[in-house]
């Protein structure tokens, strides 16, 4: 079983890999700077790579279509992130990069995602949503503040958090009320990766799978059926 996460993983960055070859066109981001003094508002099989101290700021309202972002850090505050495929099913791959969305800035994702060595972090009421394959490896999503994460699709399209890869809801604090709800995709958290919860206020609503190995050496996944609410709740932090 632990071998199929990584062919599954592997298939991800396959396409992707595919994608480079199709019409590729490669930005260098060397400095601050903002989205639309960059690159077009629609970009379609960019590989947008920014340099470690620099961010590049989504001003406006943007769609990436079969992307990759290497480095950096990217920001948004009350923008529109759409992420898609274009011609058949590719990823987009977020490799060694920050996401920082602020306000009421959401990211939606209409593609399978891919995070390698990056993180993502919402605050204030920003969201996430998803409804293709996620895969964190050595990754992290920080739902911040009252934030949220939906992630809808089935048991083909699951959400698979290798290498110590984390979803922390909530930051700690009591004022926080931050949800992550998964509707069809199955979650298998292997290798040392976990979700946990900051506080009782904040929620993890799953009803679909729920795979688990706690150790890097272990084989032994536990499937865990949640429909019965077993792990829909904010106490069970």
């Known amino acids: 079983m632990k071998t199929n996460f990584y062919k599954s993983i592997l298939s991800t960055l396959s396409l992707v890999l595919a994608s480079l070859f199709l019409h590729a066109t490669s930005y260098t981001i060397a400095a601050n700077a903002n989205w639309s003094a960059k690159l077009p508002a629609t970009c379609a099989n960019c590989t947008i790579i920014i340099a470690g101290s620099a961010t590049l700021t989504i001003d406006e309202s943007v769609t ?12 948004m505050t009350n923008q529109t992130f759409n992420i898609q495929y274009t011609g058949s099913v590719a990823a987009t791959s977020f490799i060694g990069t920050k996401l920082i969305a602020n306000g009421t800035s959401k990211v939606i994702v209409n593609a399978p995602l891919s995070l390698t060595g990056s993180t993502f972090t919402f605050n204030n009421t920003a969201s996430l949503t998803t409804s293709y394959q996620v895969d964190l490896l050595a990754s992290k999503i920080n739902l911040n503040d009252n934030t949220s994460m939906m992630s809808t699709g089935s048991a083909s399209t699951p959400i698979n958090l290798v290498g110590s890869s984390q979803i922390v809801i909530g930051s700690g604090t009591k004022t926080s009320s931050a949800i992550f709800t998964v509707s069809g995709p199955t979650l298998d958290v292997i290798d040392n990766s976990s979700v946990s919860l900051g506080n009782e206020n904040n929620v993890f609503f799953d009803w679909a799978n729920y795979i688990t190995a706690p150790g890097v050496s272990s084989s032994a996944q536990k499937p865990y059926s949640t429909s019965s609410s077993t792990l829909n709740c904010g106490t069970c932090a």
Do not use: M
């Open 64 to 75: 990436c279509q079969n992307c990759t972002f290497e480095g950096g850090t990217v920001s």
